[in-house]
């Protein structure tokens, strides 16, 4: 659903990227442009997951150590710092660090043996993109925003729809 402010506004450049979009809106606002009257909105929009690799046993583990090797450091340095009968502080954050390694580790395991069947077995980036952006200016200037664009995609050697 659209905005009261992209309700008023009037579709300038239609581009097949977000990036190519905002290249676009850059280049207004390098030609002194009022790029606060304009928007990029992204059209037919889906969810692509990409599957980066398997979430192993091994995997698993090391994100559970990683994880706790940083909370460990964290305790290690705060005992290290307040408690005066804890030793120098270079050995309590080791052992913190230490004992978080092992600790995030044994529950990163626990973790994925508690994981039902084979679900999530896989380590995937999710992103949500959009099959086309548009660029929006208000009414009062969209005819300026479009002859800018149009010397744009002279520049750019690219084509603009709208």
Request: hydrophobic share 45%; charged share 15%.
């Amino acid at each position: 659903m659209l905005t009261d402010t992209a309700e008023h506004r009037t579709v300038v450049g239609t581009y097949p990227t977000h990036e190519q979009a905002q290249d676009a809106v850059a280049f207004l606002a390098d030609n002194g442009f009022p790029v606060q009257r304009t928007g990029i909105v992204g059209s037919d929009l889906r969810l692509v997951e990409t599957i980066v690799g398997r979430f192993s046993r091994a995997r698993s583990a090391a994100a559970g150590a990683g994880t706790g090797a940083w909370f460990g450091l964290m305790v290690g340095m705060l005992m290290g710092l307040f408690s005066p009968q804890s030793g120098p502080l270079l050995g309590v954050a080791l052992g913190g660090l230490v004992y978080g390694s092992l600790f995030g580790a044994v529950f990163g395991l626990i973790s994925y043996a508690l994981t039902p069947g084979r679900r999530r077995r896989f380590v995937a980036r999710s992103a949500v993109v959009a099959d086309r952006y548009e660029v929006l200016a208000d009414h009062a200037v969209a005819d300026d925003a479009r002859n800018l664009l149009i010397k744009h995609g002279w520049r750019a050697g690219s084509t603009l729809t709208s």
